[in-house]
């Protein structure tokens, strides 16, 4: 099967910032160049590259920068032991800002050769994650679910890592009034029965 491109991938680059633009177009010709039978996907609102239905890397552009990674995990080692900022940013190269900040287009190509050597091998792109201890409802939020009782009937129902993700949400909010607006939120969302991602499910 011949590589595939999509039409919202090019729609997407399109709607870049102009620094942006380059950078994502020679990211877009460099994996095309360095992986055979791959098709380009959306998700989650950014361009995926899908090797045999599985993702292989992705690339997003930001105000002020363009992020790149790989899906599979074993990639980040890899690149950590080259000097890659995998921390610096979404991704596993840190800000991209300019092409002068993307590896060498021989490495770039090397990278993907070893991504797609993983897959081959048959390591699991992602190990299964330990599950994490269900995190302690806020009193904010726990008397203002017991006033609403879709919301409530819904968090009953949600699964630990859902109910997480709508504490967290709260709990990380830096000032009272922030706080007070994401509960508003939550509690809207939750009486529709929609997670706290909802936006994303279906990108």
């Known amino acids: 099967m011949a590589n595939r491109t999509d039409p919202r991938v090019d729609a997407y680059i399109g709607r870049a910032a102009p620094f942006a633009q380059p950078i994502l177009r020679h990211l877009r010709e460099l994996i095309h160049t360095g992986c055979p039978d791959i098709e380009e996907d959306i998700k989650w609102g950014m361009p995926f590259v899908i090797h045999h239905g599985q993702p292989l890397c992705h690339f997003a552009a930001f105000k002020a920068h363009v992020a790149f990674g790989f899906w599979h995990q074993g990639m980040r080692k890899l690149l950590e032991q080259e000097?890659?900022?995998?921390?610096?940013?979404?991704?596993?190269?840190?800000?991209?800002?300019?092409?002068?900040?993307?590896?060498?287009?021989?490495?770039?190509?090397?990278?993907?050769?070893?991504?797609?050597?993983?897959?081959?091998?048959?390591?699991?792109?992602?190990?299964?994650?330990?599950?994490?201890?269900?995190?302690?409802?806020?009193?904010?939020?726990?008397?203002?679910?017991?006033?609403?009782?879709?919301?409530?009937?819904?968090?009953?129902?949600?699964?630990?890592?859902?109910?997480?993700?709508?504490?967290?949400?709260?709990?990380?909010?830096?000032?009272?009034?922030?706080?007070?607006?994401?509960?508003?939120?939550?509690?809207?969302?939750?009486?529709?029965?929609?997670?706290?991602?909802?936006?994303?499910?279906?990108?």
């Not at 967290?168 to 000032?175: D, F, G, H, M, P």
Request: hydrophobic share 35%; proline share 7%; charged share 30%.
């Open 83 to 203: 000097g890659s900022k995998t921390e610096e940013a979404m991704g596993l190269m840190g800000r991209i800002t300019q092409l002068s900040d993307l590896p060498p287009d021989r490495t770039m190509l090397r990278y993907f050769k070893a991504a797609l050597a993983l897959y081959d091998s048959g390591v699991s792109a992602r190990p299964a994650a330990k599950p994490k201890p269900e995190l302690p409802v806020p009193a904010d939020l726990g008397a203002a679910l017991k006033k609403n009782r879709p919301a409530a009937a819904t968090w009953k129902k949600f699964s630990p890592s859902h109910r997480r993700e709508y504490v967290e949400w709260l709990t990380e909010a830096k000032r009272d009034e922030t706080r007070q607006k994401r509960l508003a939120t939550t509690l809207e969302w939750l009486a529709t029965g929609k997670s706290r991602n909802w936006k994303y499910q279906n990108c």
